[in-house]
């Protein structure tokens, strides 16, 4: 297996090579974190200097979500709902990732995704829900979600989530 | 002692008290955090408590508004999803059922069964962490067989 993966990774590293004029570097290193990542490896993208937020109402998840962006190396805030999160972004502050809850008092999260799009903020937002419904799915991706996906989040989840959302640094 | 606290936490799992979204947490425990998931899963019944709480006060008035009490029920299902608290979460979604159809005895009922569910639970993860921090560092979680 070791050796597969060793395979696997030199014949990488010389496709990458090869698109060198194509990749940056910090692009490389994003790409081979994710892939040991779905190899059972936890990366580390504290090099990339990602930034992210948690807007969830609930505070066993906050918690949660919280370490295990922690634990990728991202540093993250935390608001307890949508209208949190949309006061954060006017106070000036901005995130690479923004974790969005669907059910949250005040301002829920197809509300706070609908109105931060108007608000012309271009974050990758995530919506991370234990709603599930095909309907309830698609009206949440309207408001403006990049990426869906399903509670509970899990490490191999929120690699996914970066993985989909093609999280590089800008050379 | 080490061997002690393994075979708490394998009795837990084969008796379907936790899934593997406990396995999750205790992967996220570090040196700067050792205690993770016990502080979560105190975070955890602060909050079920509360919620608790509400539930019943809802349901002592006697006239079943389904729909505040399925409200309260999708918080106690998703932090109890998110914890791994299996057999909580099952009577979650049951009572959420007998919401949905109106159904208030069923309500009565599987309520009753949650917060016996709920108190065993709580019994056995504070056993479990007691133990846990008697025994010292904890080796690198595995998941069960």
Known sequence: MILFLCYITTGLLLLIRDCNEFLSFCHKHIFLEVFFAMAGEVPNLAESKLTALVVDDNFVNQSIHHKLLDRLGIKNDVVCNGQEAVDVHCSGRNYDLILMDMDMPIMNGIQATKRLREMGIESKIAGVTTRAEEEEVKEFMEAGLNDFQEKPLTISKLVSILHNLDFYVQA | ?145
């Not at chain 2, 508004?65 to 049951?94: P, W």
């Not at chain 2, 019994?123 to 007691?130: D, R, T, V």
């Open chain 2, 1 to 145: 002692m080490q061997r002690q606290v393994a075979l708490i936490k394998q009795s837990l799992f084969d008796q379907g008290y936790l899934d593997e979204q406990f396995m999750e947490l205790e992967e996220l425990q570090d040196d700067a955090n050792p205690n993770f998931v016990e502080e979560v899963a105190t975070l955890y019944f602060k909050d079920s408590a509360r919620l608790i709480n509400n539930i019943e006060q809802a349901l002592e008035r006697g006239s079943f508004d389904f729909n505040r009490l399925d409200n309260y029920m999708h918080q106690f299902k998703g932090s109890s999803t998110s914890i791994g608290a299996s057999k909580v979460k099952t009577e979650c979604t049951m009572f959420r059922e007998y919401c949905r159809a109106g159904n208030a005895e069923g309500c009565l009922r599987t309520f009753k069964q949650l917060k016996k569910e709920h108190a065993t639970l709580r019994k056995k993860l504070e056993q479990y962490f007691q133990l846990a921090r008697q025994a010292g560092p904890k080796e690198i979680a595995r998941r069960p067989k």
